[in-house]
């Protein structure tokens, strides 16, 4: 669920950067709302009698523009932390609770952190990781906006330090063990989608694009490694002969895939051949290939 909604959120926001980009002059009209997530491991209810009402985001691909994604304070029962809040307040002793909430959450943070051992093996390891992030601070941004003084902005932003460098750490030691190229390309998409999330809140994340330039140069060595072993297998299947083509058909079909020209070669009747093997078109093609993979891993990085 925490996923699905992230991704939402990131395409959501992609959609409307490029709506402004291509009208400029239009303003006002209908304003997104703020998203809210929650980690899959807390419970779901909906019993906070404090809780604002937030909203969720379009899904622009699969849902109804107007169905909304449901909020932290629907999917997470926060009346437990409200009520102890309301009787510490009473009885005068707000600050322990207080200092109480926030060492224990702390504790979380750290659990939360840890990676699997085995989270480099699969897409879904990197995503649960993921998950669990967003879901507890998203979690720290709505009780920092129901509550006052239960936590401040000191004590979250000293926790995404943390845990931007403990997730940054754990990110380059499991990506290192990826040598597929497209799971590397879909980690960073993963990657991309948690970083929009969380800068959503306000949270910092230029080291995240930052560590995805470092895993770039990996993608680019596995994709070296991926099309050493096409091109070698080209160039052991290849005859080294020049390809014959015995009619207009067959010969647009082979300048369709290199464009070669040559107004002499033109001229000659069918049968006649091109001044090269099946090797040259074949690698073209492949090159192509090659330089579309490197581009995608540069989409949405925010790069000039």
């Known amino acids: 669920m925490l996923y699905l909604v992230a991704r939402r959120k990131a395409q959501q926001q992609r959609n409307l950067d490029n709506i402004v980009s291509q009208h400029p002059r239009i303003s006002g009209g209908k304003k997104s709302k703020k998203e809210v997530f929650a980690s899959s491991d807390l419970e779901v209810k909906n019993t906070s009698p404090m809780s604002e009402q937030d909203s969720g985001i379009l899904d622009v691909e699969d849902e109804d523009e107007d169905e909304e994604v449901p909020g932290a304070q629907d999917l997470v029962d926060f009346s437990p932390v409200y009520r102890c809040l309301h009787i510490y307040s009473v009885l005068g002793a707000r600050e322990t609770f207080e200092n109480y909430y926030r060492k224990q959450r702390r504790k979380q943070a750290r659990l939360v952190l840890q990676p699997p051992s085995n989270m480099h093996e699969t897409l879904d390891g990197y ?60 980690l960073k998409n993963l990657i991309v989608l948690f970083a929009d999330t969380l800068q959503g809140y306000g949270f910092p994340v230029n080291q995240l694009f930052d560590m995805l330039l470092e895993i770039q140069d990996q993608y680019s060595e596995t994709l070296l490694k991926k099309w050493s072993g096409v091109f070698r297998n080209i160039l052991d299947s290849d005859n080294y002969s020049p390809i014959p083509v015995t009619n207009e058909e ?55």
């Open 250 to 304: 067959v010969y647009k079909k082979i300048v369709g895939q290199f464009p070669f020209q040559d107004a002499e070669l033109e001229k000659q009747p069918f049968p006649k051949k091109f001044p090269f093997s099946e090797f040259v078109p074949k690698v073209y093609s492949q090159i192509k290939e090659f330089i579309y993979a490197c581009l995608k891993f540069s989409e949405d990085l925010h790069l000039r």
């Open 127 to 186: 995503r649960k990781y993921f998950n669990q992030i967003v879901g507890f601070f998203v979690v720290e941004d709505h009780i920092l906006h129901t509550t006052q003084g239960l936590v401040n902005r000191a004590y979250i932003d000293e926790l995404w330090e943390m845990a931007l460098s403990k997730t940054i750490a754990a990110l380059r030691t499991h990506s290192s063990y990826c040598s597929d190229p497209s799971l590397v390309l879909d």
